[in-house]
């Protein structure tokens, strides 16, 4: 940990490609930041209302049905914000709010940023709701794939394990939760366990907790989700272990080191760097898979560009789907291979 | 009982692999101090019989002794006498093993290597370890790399480090399995020499090898193998210039002319 601060503070032996990989996220951060102050506030996007917007606005303060909706967005550098009413003669507007400048978005490419801001900005997730979206799936995926690892680790091990009953237990975890769908598992876990035992998920959030059913469905699906890839990721440890050659096994040994000894600083912390690849590959799989959640009322990414899609009826939405999930994909793969990387060292 | 004057004693000791029985019956007595070459045709057994020694392979039947005292007695496949496990673990760490590829652990420098059986078998205190290990990598000449990764070094250094791997823990008996054999030619030297070195300084090893050179000049003892038993066995002198029994002399034949 020490040497790495030093490596850090120490630039002028940093290596040039990330000498401008640092110079242009820098840069970038320092545009967006400019960016984000130039931007247009809240009021100044809602006091851009027509006259005759204003005008029904005016009249929703005194009225109790409410003739027109508001809609505003901010995200990071650009914000939008949009007026519609109902009834006969229903109009809407459009604005998009850009380095100081507020830009009519009822067309063309104005229409399509406001659109692609709007959708962004409801699959993120920023409302109250913690599990919404984009924290849902990074939540999800990422401590899921913790859960796997510590137990693929331990069920890899027993698998492996002379002892015939514990080795016999793991093959069959494995094979049981390899050999059944993740939708089905994540049922049981969400509906059948708690029939079964007599509670229900909610219980485990205070009673006046008005989030308590979705931190609920996201503990139980955690729960499937981890047991789920637990089993994947010990066939990933399962192999990395057999793959380090049997003389590493017979020099420990040799030396007098006991199975364990050998296990925890021979055999495993090699196996590592082998098991790096694939389990980059389970977490982008685990990724699109925890799309499944909606089926017990969650809304990550996928679900939320399918409502909007339907109750917009655009089309659009599933672009910035596709681009939030490669920014994830893209983060987690560099840290996967700065992973790798680290534990090459030795090669 | 005679056995206390033998560092290391095996008595009928066989092995089989399923069907294939690889060694049979072989009784061998090492004094203190002794240099003992293991010489054969591919296939006799003779790593079999070395890997018996130190446990990586588990004899059928047979009884094993090291510094005169019970180490390992079966028979059918089954333990007859039970030894005490601290007992036997200590009777293990008098023997350090050599192998044909090394097996060093890549993941830890050259000194990490070393220093970590006696400090997590031993339990040994950390700096002495260091200093001795230090020590060790001087006498194999390789004080210099101390904090490189094994596979940045050339196989004969990675060999000599190995041997100073297993030094460290200070066994009175080293095994070697074909240390040299994986080695290009010009590496061959500096490897013979550190185990010369140890031989003169009194070290007990049984060596498994095909340096017929190596064997002339440092055995006490050449024991020719083939097909599980030890065919011949003699001084080099007997063995190289003299070989009584046929298939010694043809396997001789065969390796000197290639
Ligand atoms: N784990 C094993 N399972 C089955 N057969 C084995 C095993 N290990 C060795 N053998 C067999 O035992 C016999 C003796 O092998 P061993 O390795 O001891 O020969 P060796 O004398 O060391 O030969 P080489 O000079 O080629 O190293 C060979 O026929 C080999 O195929
Ligand atoms: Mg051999």
Known sequence: ?347 | MAQNEYILETEHVSKRFGDLVVLKDINLQVKKGEVICIIGPSGAGKSTYLRSLNQLETITSGKIFIKGRLFLHREKDHTVERIDKETQKALLLEMGMCFQRFNLFPHKTVLQNIMLAPIEVKHEDKETVKKEALELLKKVGLYDKANEFPNHLSGGQQQRVAIARALAMKPEIMLFDEPTSALDPELVGDVLQVMKDLANEGMTMLVVTHEMGFAKEVADRVLFMADGIIAEEGTPDHIFNHPENPRTQSFLRSVLNV
């Open chain 1, 1 to 347: 940990m020490k040497t790495f601060l030093k490596e850090l503070i120490d630039i002028k032996n940093w290596k040039k490609k990330t000498k401008v990989t640092w110079c242009v996220v820098l840069a970038v951060f320092a545009v967006c930041l400019v960016l984000s102050f130039l931007k247009p506030s809240e009021s100044d996007m809602k006091a851009q209302a027509s006259a005759e917007m204003q005008e029904l606005l005016k009249k929703d303060e005194t009225s109790s049905r409410k003739r027109v909706t508001v809609t505003y967005n901010s995200l990071f550098v650009i914000n939008y914000c949009s007026f519609s009413s109902s009834g006969a003669n229903a109009i809407s507007e459009k604005y998009v709010g850009f380095a100081g400048k507020i830009f009519k978005a009822d067309t063309g490419v104005g229409k399509f940023t406001g659109q692609m801001v709007n959708y962004t900005y409801r699959m993120l997730g920023s409302g109250e709701n913690i599990l919404h979206g984009a924290k849902l799936t990074l939540f999800l995926t990422t401590i899921s794939m913790v859960i796997g690892v510590a137990l693929g680790t331990v069920l890899a091990l027993g698998k492996i394990s002379k002892n015939k009953v514990i080795s016999k237990i793991c093959s069959s975890y494995i094979f049981f939760f390899r050999g059944t769908p993740l939708m089905i598992q994540l049922f049981v876990v969400y509906f059948t366990v708690p029939a079964v035992f007599g509670f229900a998920w909610r219980d485990l959030f205070a009673a006046g907790d008005d989030q308590a059913v979705y931190k609920g469905a996201f503990i139980a699906a955690l729960i499937a989700y981890g047991l789920n890839s637990g089993a994947y990721c010990a066939e990933i440890v399962r192999a990395a272990i057999q793959s380090i050659e049997k003389g590493q096994h017979e020099a420990a040994k040799a030396l007098g080191m006991s199975y364990g000894q050998t296990m925890k600083m021979i055999i495993l912390p090699q196996s590592v760097r082998r098991m790096v690849p694939p389990v980059c590959n389970e977490f982008v799989m685990m990724l699109k898979d925890a799309s499944l959640v909606f089926a017990i009322s969650l809304m990550d990414i996928t679900t939320i560009s399918k409502n909007i899609m339907t109750s917009e009826v655009s089309y659009n939405v599933f672009l910035p789907a596709l681009v939030i999930y490669l920014i994830i994909t893209a983060f987690f793969t560099w840290i996967f291979d700065a992973i790798e990387k680290k534990f090459s060292l030795y090669e």
